[in-house]
Antibody, heavy 122, light 110 residues
């Protein structure tokens, strides 16, 4: 069965950095676009960043542009989110999600990780 | 303020039907696929509808999706108490080159 296993969350001070990882299994990782979505406490889902399968084009929400970097290592079936200059408003549960369409784009996210909590506080 | 507009809450009795609307614009819903998600606290969101109106395997046909112009609708029939959750629509915005979600709709099954 398809699995997405996130790690790397934790408590960090404002201005600090974290790198989230999402290890994928039981599907051809390199053939699917991947996305990070977050949910702040008491708030709704917020799209953070996406990366295409081929070519690896990347896209970011304005709220994280210039601070976060999405990347993938297809040889390791792993998606990353490097988060720098973290702010209190970045506190959220971060989910990685798989696009439902092989070599497609933004058709719907059919598998999600369990989520990893990032807390930015002094 | 979300790019996609959903009602904050809807409610209906068990066994009844409910619809949840999602309103956008020509650059998002009007030109891209819409998906719908069910989210229970403490769990990962679950895909209910993809590509506007397709159901993943395992999702009962009580759940349906439709799209017309710049709006989309999720329908749920035969409501069950287990359907109580937050529901989100999502799509791509071609002008912003970003993903977008609605603000979410809390479903209460009375």
């Amino acid at each position: 069965e398809v699995q997405l296993l996130e790690s790397g969350g934790g408590l960090v001070q404002p201005g600090g950095s974290l790198r989230l990882s999402c290890v994928a299994s039981e599907f051809t990782f390199s053939s699917y676009a991947m996305t990070w979505v977050r949910q702040a406490p008491g708030k709704g889902l917020e799209w953070v960043s996406s990366i295409r399968d081929i070519g690896g084009s990347t896209y970011y929400a304005d709220s994280v542009k210039g601070r976060f970097t999405i990347s993938r290592d297809n040889s390791k079936n792993t998606l990353y989110l490097q988060m720098n200059s973290l702010r209190a408003e970045d506190t959220a549960v971060y989910y990685c999600a798989k696009d439902s369409s092989r070599s497609g784009w933004y058709r719907g996210f059919d598998y999600w990780g369990q989520g990893t909590l990032v807390t930015v506080s002094s | 303020q979300s790019v996609l507009t959903q009602p904050p809450s809807v409610s209906a009795a068990p066994g009844q039907k409910v619809t949840i609307s999602c309103s956008g614009s020509s650059s998002n819903i009007g030109s891209n696929y819409v998906s719908w998600y069910q989210h229970l606290p403490g769990t990962a969101p679950k895909l209910l509808i993809y590509e506007n109106n397709k159901r993943p395997s395992g999702i009962p046909d009580r759940f349906s999706g439709s799209k017309s112009g710049t709006s989309a609708t999720l329908g749920i029939t035969g409501l069950q108490t287990g359907d109580e959750a937050d529901y989100y629509c999502g799509t791509w915005d071609s002008s912003l080159s970003t993903g977008v979600f609605g603000g979410g709709t809390k479903l209460t099954v009375l």
